[in-house]
């Protein structure tokens, strides 16, 4: 059964006429009635009662017109989906982003979207680097926005913005005020972000070129956060590593001190799946993206 084959019947079922239904449809008498014939001859069930040149709906006929009809109305349905996806008229756009990227960089470009594409779904989760990377791999975001490398086969980045992480502390550390070297900073008690977070991977890349390692550190406690490391940071006694973004208000009234100390600058990366396509809105997202750049 073909949907023409359905699109035929209804003509015919609701002209109850074959030349008729065939001059609605453009198509020959002779196309139509073969069309139905085939219909019938398949499901070998008679829809159709003909006597002499009258045609009409079967008992059976007139409840598969129902049923035909409901057919040909979600395949336009579908129809005007594709069409209306296409044009970003509606659709779903899955986001995923590390939580820097999520609170600090990206919610302006989320409001210019929502404004230019108001019928698009926005569903926006924020975590860690590593799961953000692992959402995009899976196919849970269809974009991802990183800090730092991310090296998997499965994955294209590329830049969209550059940022540096910088070492703070309270007022009156020991370590504010100086000039800091490496070795002082095995001496101090250290607040970091988890594992697996984009903000502490570029801390300790930058030490492990300097030939310090991660365990020559001090670390008092890992937290989940930004707000948590903020918070501890804040409460004396420790340093952290954290976006310039995040404590550029700390910094700027005084709560938090920068440790002379210049770590590397380091990218926010977009992340897509390479083989796994990319909607319309993905797309619009990313060229938003780019003419702010």
């Not at 239904?21 to 069930?45: F, W």
């Not at 940022?163 to 070795?183: F, K, N, Q």
């Not at 707000?227 to 420790?238: C, K, Q, S, T, Y």
């Amino acid at each position: 059964m073909t949907l023409e084959q359905l699109r035929i019947f209804v003509a015919v079922a609701e002209r109850e006429h074959l030349t008729r239904a065939a001059a609605a449809l453009h198509l020959t008498p002779s196309a139509v009635s073969s069309a139905i014939r085939l219909l019938e001859e398949r499901s070998g069930i008679s829809l159709f009662h003909r006597t002499g040149r009258r045609i009409e709906l079967t008992e059976i006929g007139r409840a598969f017109l129902s049923e035909a009809r409901e057919t040909l109305t979600r395949v336009e349905s579908a129809e005007l989906f594709l069409t209306e996806t296409s044009e970003l008229k509606r659709g779903t756009l899955s986001l995923a982003a590390s939580q820097t990227i999520a609170s600090y960089w990206l919610p302006p470009f989320l409001l210019r979207f929502r404004a230019r594409y108001p019928a698009i779904e926005l569903r926006f989760a924020a975590s860690n680097t590593e799961q953000v990377a692992e959402a995009v791999r899976a196919g849970r975001a269809e974009l991802g926005f990183v800090e730092g490398a991310i090296d998997h086969p499965a994955l294209a980045a590329r830049t969209v913005a550059h940022d540096r992480v910088v070492i703070v502390a309270a007022p009156g550390h020991a370590l504010s005020g100086r000039p800091v070297a490496t070795p002082d900073l095995t001496g101090a008690r250290w607040v970091l972000r988890e594992p697996g977070s984009g903000t502490r991977g570029a801390l300790i890349s930058a030490l492990a070129a300097g030939g310090l390692p991660e365990t020559a550190l001090d670390v008092a406690l890992s937290l989940p956060t930004n707000e948590a490391v903020r918070h501890a940071v804040a409460e004396g006694g420790v340093l952290a590593a954290i976006s310039e973004l995040v404590v550029r208000d700390d910094l700027a009234s005084g709560r938090l001190v920068r440790i002379a100390f210049d770590l590397p600058e380091r990218t926010f990366l977009l992340l897509h799946h390479k083989e796994r396509y990319r909607a319309r809105a993905a797309l619009a997202f990313e060229a938003l993206l780019d003419e702010a750049s």
